[in-house]
């Protein structure tokens, strides 16, 4: 789930005026971005409670948390890519092939979870995957942190939100780890 938001539509839209990139409407990116952040939320949270319970369980956060906010996000970043990069001010005309393989590495993780759930591999492959999209989005937010300067970047915001969302991701794995 890299994550973005409507910072950057604001550059989307002056791109768009001054005729630059694709035309495409950031908006519908953005409320996959905020959908994704709900179902991220909504598992962390329900996550976080079950995890400590006895038996400890992750199923319904491994769904929501990992499982549709991974398939959003392979929705925003791969389906509807053009609104996706317009929405971080990315546009260039052109199809970002980069953009889509990012969301195919959502989907995988999507994938993982939800069949960790259905075809019930266990809290521990549960908290893996967990783990995996942690792992990937506190890479990204220190990339993007350091990378400052070096072309296109997020706000701030942005960025420290996607780094919280990644701690909370791996702990809550590790935490399943534990119970497991």
Not at 43 to 69: D, H, K, M, Q, Y
Not at 110 to 119: E, P
Not at 141 to 152: E, L, N
């Amino acid at each position: 789930m890299t994550t973005g938001g409507s910072d950057a539509s604001g550059a989307a839209d002056e791109n768009r005026k001054s005729g630059g990139g694709n035309s495409a409407n950031p908006r519908v990116a953005a409320v996959l971005m905020g959908l994704t952040y709900l179902a991220g939320a909504l598992g962390l949270f329900i996550g976080f409670f079950t995890v400590s319970r006895t038996p400890p369980s992750l199923t319904i956060a491994t769904l929501l948390a990992v499982g549709l906010a991974g398939g959003l996000s392979f929705v925003r970043h791969s389906i509807t890519h053009a609104p996706d990069a317009a929405r971080m001010g990315w546009t260039s005309g052109k199809r970002n092939n980069f953009q889509i393989e990012v969301g195919l590495a959502n989907l995988a993780w999507a994938l993982l979870a939800v069949a960790a759930v259905v075809f019930d591999w266990g809290i521990r492959v549960q908290a893996a995957s967990f783990l995996v999209f942690g792992f990937y989005l506190l890479a990204v937010s220190v990339f993007i942190a350091t990378a400052r300067g070096d072309g296109q970047s997020r706000p701030w915001g942005q960025v420290a939100g996607m780094g919280l969302f990644a701690v909370m991701l791996t702990v809550l794995g590790i935490m399943g780890m534990q119970a497991g």
